[in-house]
Every structure is written in structure tokens, then in C-alpha cells.
């Protein structure tokens, strides 16, 4: 589109068009664009304007779609919450800043669960997102609404946050490619659950594009990668190159799964296939994993999620929470939850000197390996689940397994902040969007974004081509 739009093949105008007469004939069945930029033909026009005079910027005149949770000026910032149907931010978060500056047109924004907090998109405000391969199943969560546009083609990039898996599960839902950024390598400023200024105790949400090719997640990501507000007066982020263009080169590892968080054996099939389609082609492939107790590591990242998630609740609130997160059927886990919900200021400090120690231990582990190939999580898109939290299972290989360990897979990369690309390997004998995630070194994004786009293909969903 990009090159259409240089090659003055079609002017921006003619392209947001497009789409919103394809938005107007397909969200409906999908509900995943919640919020339209009715200025949207004016920034459209303003980059046809730009580009007569000669301009050239990375993304100018390409349409887009924000995560509702994302600042946009203007435009409502609700997370799913009927209380925030009229929240609206004078100013726009700093990604939101860095993709107009680069010329994008923010079409509108994007369905999530309330408060992003689930791997389902519903909520009392829009209503349900559907997944565009199959209206029975969710799309993923939390930035299902953005997945299910990308998938779908009303928006050519989605950009969404991800602390449970957020980007990563819908993109695997929905068969196209999404990246968790590193920790520090975007803004993660301007969003609700959070705060319009930088929280240095935001120890793992991030953000990150979802697209239909890894090409695209890399020019998306060296548009809006750079320092929080007030840090670009001395710090500058320079992303370096992948490790290696071809996969002749690649060192990849290959995580063996949890005892204790099973995988649907089409997703281990996926992976077993590509395995051998690897093993001919790279440099080495083989089982392999950090030195890490996995039990205590996700233990951990539970207790930091659970932290993360509840820190602008009221004491009330938070206490009365705790009846909710015993939900992981583990006494391990669920007292890991309930100690992130009342943790003290000392407990935190411990916490993040652990995560630390654990990232000298990858750092170590990436000096022999390029990338971990993982599961994104244990399944692929499952049914609508309605029940209370605690109620839900989902069906690995028949087996019900608690609804909590979903993030069991993503927290691998999250917790201590290493980029994580998802990517489509194939379909399900139900039809459905197989996936993998191929974790990086921390600050070293392109790495997995070059895999991904080596091994990954996105195929548009049979209702919407």
C-alpha cells in the first residue's frame, strides 16, 4: 500500500476510502473497529497534500487502527468500561505522537476486554468481537478487535499493549503476525489500565504491531520504537539489526513443553513439522532451555502480573479481589496471585531483583542461541466462554485445563521483558490458525521479527479474501 501510495498509483484518500467501505460492509459481523476517527479524511488529505509538495515519511497515508486502551487524541480511551464511554485524553500517547508524525491516518480504534484484562474480547460498552475464521470463537485478548481487523483486511496495522500475552495470543488466534516489543524499546505511556505519564513500576506490560507480515511489524516497529517523554533529551534507542538475514545462520532452541501447562497436539504437530522443515536449513535446531525452575520463574510472573493489574484499584477493591484470583488451581500459583494483589513495597523490591538475576541468566542463554521457538499458548481460537473466571476451562486435547494458565507460554517472554514475535505456521484440521512465538534477546527486536517473517505465512481468512 505504501508503495501504491509513493507511486502515486492511489492517493491516500482513495485508500482510507477503500477500507471504509470495507469496514462498513464487514465490521458489523465482526465488531472489531468500536471507535471511528471522524477526522480520519482530513489527515488523509493533509498527507496528499504533503506528498504533491514532495514529502516522504514511513507510514504517509497509510490507514491504521489503535487499541482502544491507547490514547488517542480526541477519540474516547474506555477499556471496555461504561464509566469511561466519554474518557477522552487531550493529547495522544507518545506512540500515537510517533505514527503521525510518520504520516499515518488513524482510522479509529479498536475492540478489548474491560481493563484489558482477558484473553476473550467482550465487554458492557461494544459488545463481543468475534474471530473472523470461525464467529464461535474468540478472536483472543486482549487487542481482539485489532487482530480480527488485521486478519480481516479493514486495517493494514494494528498496534495493541501485551502483559498476558495480549498482542501475541490474538495474532495466533487470528493467524497473522504480532510482536511483543522489549520492555523499554516503546513508549508505554498513555494508556488505560495505567497513566498518561511514565510509571517506572510498569515492571512488564509493553506495546506492539500486529500485522500480516513480519516486513510489516519491522517498519512499524522503527517508526514508533524510541525513549519515554523526557528521556529523548539524552537517550536515543538504536535497534540493532537482526542477527542474521538468512536462516542458514540461525541458532534456534526449541522450549519442550510444561508438564504442568499441556499443548494442544495440533499446535505441537505444527511445531514438529516445522522442526523438520528447519533442520536442513539452519545452522542448528534442537531442544534446549535456559537453566530456569519454570514452576518458581511463572510463580513469579504471576505475582508481578497480579501486581501490575490491580495497582490503581482501591484497598476495597483489591482486597476484594482476592476471592477472584485463587484461579489457577495450584497452591503454588494461586498464593503467587494473591501475594502480587497485597504485596508490599519490599515484596516488590524483591520481586524485581529476582526478574533480574533471571535476565543475566538469558543473556548468558542468548549468547549460544538466536531465538526460542515456543508455543504462543496452550491452544488455538477456543469457543466463547461467558462463565466467571474462576469457572473457566479450556479443552486441550480433551483435557480441562484451569482458564488462568493461558498466560503460561506468553509470561515466558514477558517477565523479563524479552521481545517475542508470533507468527501463522499453518491451519488446524478444524480449519484454524496455527501458531508459534519466537522469543529474542532482550533489545534485539529484529531478531525474532526475521525469523518469524523466514518461517511464517499469513493466509487471509476464507470469509474475508
Known amino acids: 500500500m505504501l508503495a501504491a501510495l509513493r507511486n502515486r498509483e492511489l492517493s491516500a484518500v482513495e485508500l482510507l476510502d477503500d477500507h471504509l467501505k470495507r469496514i462498513d460492509r464487514l465490521n458489523p459481523a465482526l465488531n472489531a473497529i468500536v471507535t471511528r476517527n471522524d477526522a480520519a479524511r482530513q489527515a488523509a488529505a493533509r498527507a496528499d497534500e504533503a506528498r504533491a509538495r514532495g514529502e516522504e515519511r514511513p507510514l504517509l497515508g497509510l490507514p491504521l487502527t489503535i487499541k482502544d486502551t491507547i490514547d488517542v487524541a480526541r477519540l474516547p480511551t474506555t477499556a471496555g468500561l461504561r464509566d469511561r464511554a466519554g474518557a477522552i485524553p487531550d493529547a495522544d500517547a507518545p506512540l500515537v505522537s510517533r505514527l503521525r508524525e510518520a504520516g499515518a491516518v488513524i482510522v479509529g480504534k479498536t475492540n478489548a476486554p474491560v481493563r484489558a484484562g482477558d484473553w476473550q474480547t467482550t465487554n458492557p460498552l461494544f459488545g463481543r468481537s468475534v474471530n473472523p475464521w470461525d464467529p464461535a470463537r474468540t478472536p483472543g485478548g486482549s487487542t481482539g478487535g485489532g487482530a480480527a481487523a488485521v486478519a480481516a483486511g479493514l486495517s493494514p496495522l494494528e498496534f495493541g499493549s501485551d502483559i498476558g500475552g495480549s498482542v501475541r495470543i490474538p495474532a495466533a488466534f487470528c493467524g497473522i503476525f504480532g510482536h511483543k516489543a522489549s520492555l523499554t524499546a516503546i513508549s508505554r505511556s498513555g494508556h488505560f489500565p495505567g497513566s498518561p505519564l511514565p510509571n517506572p513500576v510498569g515492571l512488564l506490560t509493553v506495546r506492539g504491531p500486529l500485522a500480516r507480515s513480519a516486513e510489516d511489524l519491522d517498519l512499524a516497529l522503527s ?7 523526557g528521556e529523548e533529551v539524552a537517550w536515543r534507542l538504536e535497534l540493532p539489526p537482526a542477527r542474521h538475514r538468512d536462516l542458514a545462520a540461525f541458532c534456534v532452541a526449541v522450549l519442550p513443553p510444561f508438564d504442568w501447562a499441556p499443548v494442544e497436539s495440533s499446535v505441537l504437530a505444527a511445531r514438529e513439522q516445522l522442526i523438520r522443515e528447519l533442520e536442513p536449513k539452519v545452522s542448528r535446531i534442537a531442544m534446549a532451555q535456559p537453566e ?8 513469579l510472573y504471576v505475582s508481578l502480573l497480579h501486581f501490575g493489574m490491580t495497582t490503581d484499584l482501591s484497598d476495597e477493591d483489591r482486597r476484594r479481589g482476592i476471592a477472584t484470583v485463587r484461579s489457577y488451581d495450584d497452591e503454588q500459583f494461586d498464593s503467587a496471585a494473591q501475594a502480587g494483589v497485597l504485596a508490599s513495597a519490599a515484596e516488590l523490591a524483591g520481586w524485581a531483583a529476582q526478574r533480574e538475576r533471571l535476565r543475566l541468566i538469558w543473556r548468558r542463554f542468548f549468547e549460544e542461541w538466536d531465538v526460542l ?9 477456543f469457543p466463547h466462554d461467558d462463565r466467571r473466571w474462576p469457572e473457566r476451562r479450556v479443552a486441550v486435547d480433551g483435557l480441562e485445563v484451569r482458564y488462568s494458565l493461558l498466560s503460561a507460554y506468553p509470561g515466558v517472554a514477558t517477565l523479563c521483558g524479552l521481545p517475542a514475535t508470533a507468527f501463522p505456521v499453518g491451519l488446524s484440521p478444524e480449519g484454524l490458525p496455527l501458531s508459534l512465538q519466537a522469543i529474542g534477546p532482550y533489545l534485539e527486536d529484529r531478531t525474532p521479527i526475521r525469523f518469524a517473517g523466514l518461517t511464517g505465512r499469513f493466509q487471509p481468512p476464507p470469509a474475508f479474501e
Not at 223 to 229: C, L, Q
Not at 292 to 299: C, H, L, N, T
Open 223 to 229: 517508526v514508533v520504537a524510541g525513549p519515554e517523554p
Open 292 to 299: 530456569i525452575d519454570w514452576r518458581e520463574y511463572y510463580a
Open 373 to 381: 521457538l515456543a508455543p504462543v499458548t496452550l491452544t488455538n481460537a
